[in-house]
T-cell receptor
């Protein structure tokens, strides 16, 4: 049984560019959450998708947007990249409300 | 607003010692969940435990134990007879129990177990 998978593993972009990160949830899970983890910090909640809609959003600007597909996989898009967007981006999947969130290995984004 | 505080930035102990990681939380919700996750150097967060706010019973799983005290808003994690493989960053987290459940994490405690 595959766990949460994220792609790509690493990514290098320059300021002003746009990036798309992808996540496939654990089998049987219908909810996907995205987190940003800066170096030496705890993960910060970006948003959560359920039934292809954004159910909850953290304190992140509109440059961060997402999508969930009918097969429950999800994308995180970041526009107009800033140096401060350099971080590890983690995807987590779960079922329903209050379900345990299981995390993928993350995508490390470097913005130069 | 929810908040999780892990005051211990880094702890270093010698193998086989017991170690306790502290977690203090703030929330206005009457029902909520508390979590502990482990993040080894590989980066993937590994789920350790979830506790419902109505369940204040302590829990033990092998060398791991958790002490939840609602009166002090604390959810501490103890590793007994620590091992080098326990070296990692440990995060405490909080979520609502109803509705959307994005996790609020603490800043983490870096645990170093020396052989």
């Amino acid at each position: 049984d595959a766990g949460v998978t994220q792609s790509p593993t690493h990514l290098i972009k320059t300021r002003g560019q746009q990036v798309t990160l992808r996540c496939s949830p654990k089998s049987g899970h219908d909810t996907v959450s995205w987190y940003q983890q800066a170096l030496g910090q705890g993960p910060q909640f970006i948003f959560q998708y359920y039934e292809e809609e954004e159910r909850q959003r953290g304190n992140f600007p509109d440059r961060f947007s997402g999508h969930q597909f009918p097969n429950y996989s999800s994308e995180l898009n970041v526009n107009a990249l800033l140096l401060g967007d350099s971080a590890l981006y983690l995807c987590a999947s779960s079922t329903g409300t209050g379900g345990v969130q299981y995390f993928g290995a993350g995508t490390r984004l470097s913005v130069l | 607003a929810q908040k999780v505080t892990q005051a211990q930035t880094e702890i270093s102990v010698v193998e086989k010692e017991d170690v306790t990681l502290d977690c203090v939380y703030e929330t206005r919700d009457t029902t909520y969940y508390l979590f502990w996750y482990k993040q080894p150097p590989s980066g993937e967060l590994v789920f350790l435990i979830r506790r419902n706010s109505f369940d204040e019973q302590n829990e033990i799983s092998g060398r791991y134990s958790w002490n939840f005290q609602k009166s002090t808003s604390s959810f501490n994690f103890t590793i007994t007879a620590s091992q080098v493989v326990d070296s990692a960053v440990y995060f405490c987290a909080l979520s609502e129990a109803e509705g959307a459940d994005g996790l609020t994490f603490g800043k983490g405690t870096h645990l170093i177990i020396q052989p």
